[in-house]
Protein backbone atom coordinates (compact mmCIF):
# COMPACT_ATOMS: atom_id res chain seq x y z
CA UNK A 1 0.00 0.00 0.00
CA UNK A 2 1.88 3.53 -0.58
CA UNK A 3 2.40 5.83 2.28
CA UNK A 4 2.46 9.23 2.87
CA UNK A 5 5.92 11.29 4.18
CA UNK A 6 4.81 13.90 6.60
CA UNK A 7 7.54 16.71 7.13
CA UNK A 8 8.45 19.43 9.62
CA UNK A 9 6.93 18.83 12.77
CA UNK A 10 5.81 14.94 11.74
CA UNK A 11 9.20 14.19 9.95
CA UNK A 12 9.54 10.95 10.34
CA UNK A 13 5.86 9.14 11.35
CA UNK A 14 4.85 7.24 8.27
CA UNK A 15 1.08 6.61 7.51
CA UNK A 16 -0.84 4.85 5.48
CA UNK A 17 -2.58 6.58 2.51
CA UNK A 18 -5.83 5.08 2.37
CA UNK A 19 -7.61 4.55 -0.92
CA UNK A 20 -11.37 4.28 -0.86
CA UNK A 21 -12.59 0.87 -2.99
CA UNK A 22 -14.39 1.91 -6.13
CA UNK A 23 -18.36 1.71 -5.55
CA UNK A 24 -21.40 3.09 -7.35
CA UNK A 25 -20.18 7.05 -5.72
CA UNK A 26 -16.64 6.35 -7.32
CA UNK A 27 -16.90 3.63 -10.02
CA UNK A 28 -13.57 2.80 -11.22
CA UNK A 29 -13.12 3.15 -15.52
CA UNK A 30 -12.92 0.43 -17.78
CA UNK A 31 -12.24 0.22 -21.42
CA UNK A 32 -13.91 -1.69 -24.59
CA UNK A 33 -13.85 -1.04 -27.98
CA UNK A 34 -15.54 -2.86 -30.78
CA UNK A 35 -12.98 -2.42 -33.65
CA UNK A 36 -13.80 -3.29 -37.64
CA UNK A 37 -10.69 -3.93 -39.80
CA UNK A 38 -12.09 -3.45 -43.11
CA UNK A 39 -9.30 -4.27 -44.55
CA UNK A 40 -9.56 -7.76 -44.17
CA UNK A 41 -13.06 -8.38 -43.15
CA UNK A 42 -12.19 -9.21 -39.44
CA UNK A 43 -12.99 -7.83 -35.66
CA UNK A 44 -11.33 -7.62 -32.53
CA UNK A 45 -12.95 -6.16 -29.11
CA UNK A 46 -9.96 -4.10 -27.94
CA UNK A 47 -9.30 -2.41 -24.48
CA UNK A 48 -6.90 0.02 -23.50
CA UNK A 49 -6.41 -1.34 -19.83
CA UNK A 50 -3.98 -3.57 -17.89
CA UNK A 51 -6.17 -6.49 -17.91
CA UNK A 52 -9.68 -7.11 -18.19
CA UNK A 53 -12.28 -7.11 -15.46
CA UNK A 54 -15.04 -9.26 -14.66
CA UNK A 55 -17.54 -7.11 -17.07
CA UNK A 56 -14.88 -6.29 -19.95
CA UNK A 57 -13.60 -9.92 -19.32
CA UNK A 58 -16.48 -11.36 -21.27
CA UNK A 59 -15.60 -10.19 -24.25
CA UNK A 60 -12.06 -10.22 -23.67
CA UNK A 61 -11.91 -14.10 -22.80
CA UNK A 62 -8.24 -15.50 -24.40
CA UNK A 63 -7.25 -11.86 -25.22
CA UNK A 64 -3.45 -11.47 -26.37
CA UNK A 65 -1.77 -7.83 -25.86
CA UNK A 66 -0.33 -6.74 -29.23
CA UNK A 67 0.46 -4.23 -31.44
CA UNK A 68 -2.59 -2.51 -33.66
CA UNK A 69 -0.82 -1.31 -36.66
CA UNK A 70 -4.63 -0.72 -38.24
CA UNK A 71 -5.87 1.24 -35.29
CA UNK A 72 -2.52 3.14 -33.87
CA UNK A 73 -0.39 3.67 -37.27
CA UNK A 74 1.99 5.58 -35.70
CA UNK A 75 2.50 3.46 -32.69
CA UNK A 76 4.14 -0.07 -31.63
CA UNK A 77 2.32 0.08 -28.44
CA UNK A 78 0.40 -3.23 -27.61
CA UNK A 79 -3.22 -3.47 -26.32
CA UNK A 80 -5.16 -6.40 -25.08
CA UNK A 81 -7.47 -7.83 -27.79
CA UNK A 82 -9.36 -11.09 -28.83
CA UNK A 83 -11.34 -11.75 -31.83
CA UNK A 84 -14.71 -10.89 -32.19
CA UNK A 85 -17.57 -11.45 -35.00
CA UNK A 86 -17.86 -8.94 -38.22
CA UNK A 87 -21.02 -6.69 -38.21
CA UNK A 88 -22.22 -5.23 -41.40
CA UNK A 89 -21.08 -1.99 -41.05
CA UNK A 90 -20.16 0.63 -44.36
CA UNK A 91 -16.35 1.46 -44.05
CA UNK A 92 -15.04 4.99 -45.28
CA UNK A 93 -14.98 5.68 -48.89
CA UNK A 94 -12.82 7.74 -50.78
CA UNK A 95 -13.90 9.60 -54.26
CA UNK A 96 -11.17 10.99 -56.24
CA UNK A 97 -12.55 15.17 -57.14
CA UNK A 98 -8.71 15.48 -58.85
CA UNK A 99 -5.22 14.35 -59.12
CA UNK A 100 -3.18 16.73 -60.74
CA UNK A 101 0.38 15.64 -61.17
CA UNK A 102 3.44 17.65 -62.55
CA UNK A 103 7.03 15.66 -62.99
CA UNK A 104 7.87 15.87 -59.46
CA UNK A 105 4.63 16.55 -57.42
CA UNK A 106 1.08 15.67 -56.97
CA UNK A 107 -2.20 17.43 -55.98
CA UNK A 108 -5.08 14.93 -54.83
CA UNK A 109 -8.64 16.20 -53.73
CA UNK A 110 -10.69 14.05 -52.45
CA UNK A 111 -14.12 13.25 -50.73
CA UNK A 112 -14.11 11.29 -47.65
CA UNK A 113 -16.91 9.79 -46.86
CA UNK A 114 -18.04 8.21 -43.85
CA UNK A 115 -20.25 5.66 -41.41
CA UNK A 116 -23.64 7.15 -40.68
CA UNK A 117 -22.98 8.23 -37.25
CA UNK A 118 -19.52 9.08 -37.49
CA UNK A 119 -18.47 11.04 -34.69
CA UNK A 120 -14.87 11.16 -35.32
CA UNK A 121 -12.42 10.18 -38.03
CA UNK A 122 -8.78 10.27 -38.23
CA UNK A 123 -7.07 10.56 -41.19
CA UNK A 124 -3.19 9.20 -41.44
CA UNK A 125 -0.70 9.33 -44.22
CA UNK A 126 3.23 8.55 -43.74
CA UNK A 127 6.08 10.11 -43.99
CA UNK A 128 7.21 8.08 -46.77
CA UNK A 129 4.47 10.07 -49.08
CA UNK A 130 6.23 13.06 -49.10
CA UNK A 131 3.25 15.54 -47.94
CA UNK A 132 4.38 19.03 -47.86
CA UNK A 133 0.82 20.82 -47.16
CA UNK A 134 -3.04 19.17 -46.86
CA UNK A 135 -6.48 20.71 -45.79
CA UNK A 136 -9.46 19.56 -44.72
CA UNK A 137 -12.83 21.86 -45.45
CA UNK A 138 -10.21 24.32 -46.58
CA UNK A 139 -8.02 24.33 -43.23
CA UNK A 140 -4.38 24.07 -43.74
CA UNK A 141 -2.46 21.44 -41.52
CA UNK A 142 1.41 20.13 -41.28
CA UNK A 143 3.04 16.72 -40.99
CA UNK A 144 3.68 15.86 -37.28
CA UNK A 145 7.44 17.78 -36.54
CA UNK A 146 8.57 15.11 -34.69
CA UNK A 147 8.28 11.84 -37.37
CA UNK A 148 6.89 12.99 -40.77
CA UNK A 149 3.54 11.53 -40.36
CA UNK A 150 -0.08 13.42 -41.10
CA UNK A 151 -1.89 12.63 -38.64
CA UNK A 152 -5.87 14.56 -38.06
CA UNK A 153 -8.61 13.96 -35.85
CA UNK A 154 -11.93 15.37 -37.33
CA UNK A 155 -14.23 15.89 -34.28
CA UNK A 156 -18.07 16.36 -35.93
CA UNK A 157 -18.10 15.33 -39.37
CA UNK A 158 -20.54 16.80 -41.47
CA UNK A 159 -22.91 13.63 -42.71
CA UNK A 160 -21.89 14.86 -46.64
CA UNK A 161 -18.23 13.76 -45.44
CA UNK A 162 -14.95 15.72 -45.79
CA UNK A 163 -12.96 17.43 -48.35
CA UNK A 164 -9.29 16.50 -48.12
CA UNK A 165 -6.07 18.03 -49.96
CA UNK A 166 -2.79 16.25 -50.13
CA UNK A 167 0.24 18.11 -51.95
CA UNK A 168 3.12 16.02 -52.03
CA UNK A 169 6.94 16.15 -53.45
CA UNK A 170 6.40 12.72 -55.40
CA UNK A 171 4.19 11.57 -58.24
CA UNK A 172 4.55 7.97 -55.87
CA UNK A 173 1.49 6.48 -54.11
CA UNK A 174 -0.02 7.93 -51.62
CA UNK A 175 -1.19 5.51 -48.61
CA UNK A 176 -3.95 6.81 -46.44
CA UNK A 177 -5.40 5.29 -43.24
CA UNK A 178 -8.95 6.15 -41.93
CA UNK A 179 -10.38 5.56 -38.86
CA UNK A 180 -14.11 6.33 -38.08
CA UNK A 181 -15.46 6.11 -34.82
CA UNK A 182 -19.30 5.89 -33.62
CA UNK A 183 -21.05 5.83 -30.73
CA UNK A 184 -21.31 2.27 -28.56
CA UNK A 185 -21.33 -1.10 -28.89
CA UNK A 186 -22.91 -3.48 -31.56
CA UNK A 187 -26.38 -4.31 -30.18
CA UNK A 188 -26.50 -7.78 -30.88
CA UNK A 189 -22.62 -8.48 -29.63
CA UNK A 190 -22.81 -6.06 -26.98
CA UNK A 191 -26.50 -7.16 -25.41
CA UNK A 192 -25.05 -10.43 -23.89
CA UNK A 193 -22.42 -8.66 -21.98
CA UNK A 194 -25.60 -7.28 -19.73
CA UNK A 195 -25.45 -3.47 -18.05
CA UNK A 196 -21.69 -2.78 -16.59
CA UNK A 197 -21.79 -2.90 -12.66
CA UNK A 198 -22.19 0.02 -10.68
CA UNK A 199 -18.69 0.41 -9.64
CA UNK A 200 -17.84 0.65 -12.91
CA UNK A 201 -17.75 3.24 -15.69
CA UNK A 202 -16.18 3.85 -19.20
CA UNK A 203 -13.15 5.39 -19.44
CA UNK A 204 -11.59 8.00 -21.44
CA UNK A 205 -7.82 7.86 -22.71
CA UNK A 206 -6.53 11.58 -22.49
CA UNK A 207 -3.90 10.74 -25.18
CA UNK A 208 -6.11 9.43 -27.70
CA UNK A 209 -9.05 10.70 -28.82
CA UNK A 210 -10.48 6.77 -30.37
CA UNK A 211 -9.29 5.47 -27.06
CA UNK A 212 -12.66 6.14 -25.30
CA UNK A 213 -14.62 3.07 -24.31
CA UNK A 214 -18.14 1.77 -25.45
CA UNK A 215 -17.39 3.14 -29.01
CA UNK A 216 -17.11 1.30 -32.33
CA UNK A 217 -14.17 1.92 -34.93
CA UNK A 218 -14.25 1.21 -38.35
CA UNK A 219 -10.59 1.34 -40.40
CA UNK A 220 -9.66 1.08 -43.65
CA UNK A 221 -6.71 2.05 -46.16
CA UNK A 222 -5.98 3.33 -49.11
CA UNK A 223 -2.93 3.34 -51.78
CA UNK A 224 -4.33 6.50 -54.23
Given amino acids: MPTLLIGGALAGIVVPCLVPPYDASSPRPDSLLYVLDADRGTASWVSFDDAPDAWTGQ???????QAMPALLPRS????????????AIDPPR???LADTRTATTRSLHLRVMLPAGTEIVELAVP?????????????????????????LAFFGPPAAGIELVLETASTGTVPLRIIAQTRGLPADLATPLGLRPADLMPAVIQWNELGA????????SFDL
Fill in 213 to 220: SDMTLVTT
Fill in 94 to 96: IGV
Fill in 76 to 87: KDELLQAGASPV
Fill in 59 to 65: ALSGAKR
Fill in 127 to 151: PDAHVTDASVQGKHFAAEADDGWLD
